[in-house]
């Protein structure tokens, strides 16, 4: 590859499960839900979606406590074995991105796209439209590319502003 820069993206599923569910039951969309399974004895939330998690409802509360503060919680059943068949899907559906993809357990995918931006008109083009892709077909994703595998999925999950670290070849 000579002194071309190895570039990664991550792709990083907000909500996954609960974006899957919505798809299916449209009304959804307007409710505060969660997927909930058994662990241990009682029923933990395994899934949120943004309107539950913005009035203080997170991955692994206890359904009884999320009902204490949200009493219409709506709470579905897990369907076992769905995020890995949905990122397996994904990860297939992504080789027109990349032909490096790879499931990243749980929530997002890791591309190595050294190469491939380019036919995208360049590195912003391309995550828009990785990005735009996925939200219309109604997930909400966060999606970072740098240097490293680690710092991509770093930004995705944690950064604030620019989804995209630029390389510094001086370094």
């Given at each position: ?28 969309r ?14 933990v939330?395994?899934?949120?979606n943004?309107?539950a ?18 009493p ?18 994904m ?10 993809v ?16 380019h036919l ?25 590319m ?26």
């Open positions: 590859m000579g002194d071309m820069a190895r570039r990664f993206v991550s792709i990083w599923f907000r909500h996954l499960m609960t974006d899957w569910f919505t798809l299916r039951q449209p009304l959804l307007e409710l505060p839900f969660v997927i909930s399974a058994p662990s241990h004895g009682r029923m939330i395994i899934a949120v943004a309107l998690e913005q009035q203080g409802i997170y991955t692994g509360m206890a359904v009884a406590d999320a009902r204490a503060i949200i219409s919680l709506n709470v579905l059943d897990e369907n076992p074995g769905l995020v890995d068949k949905l990122l397996r899907r990860a297939e559906w992504c080789i027109r991105f990349s032909p490096l790879a499931v990243d357990k749980q929530d997002g995918l890791l591309m190595e796209v050294t190469g491939c931006p995208w008109g360049g590195d912003s083009y391309y995550l828009i439209a990785i990005s735009q892709r996925f939200k219309a077909h109604g997930y909400n994703v966060r999606v970072s740098a240097d490293t595998i680690g710092c991509a999925w770093a930004i995705a999950r944690f950064g604030h502003q620019s989804l995209l670290v630029e390389s510094d070849k001086n370094l």
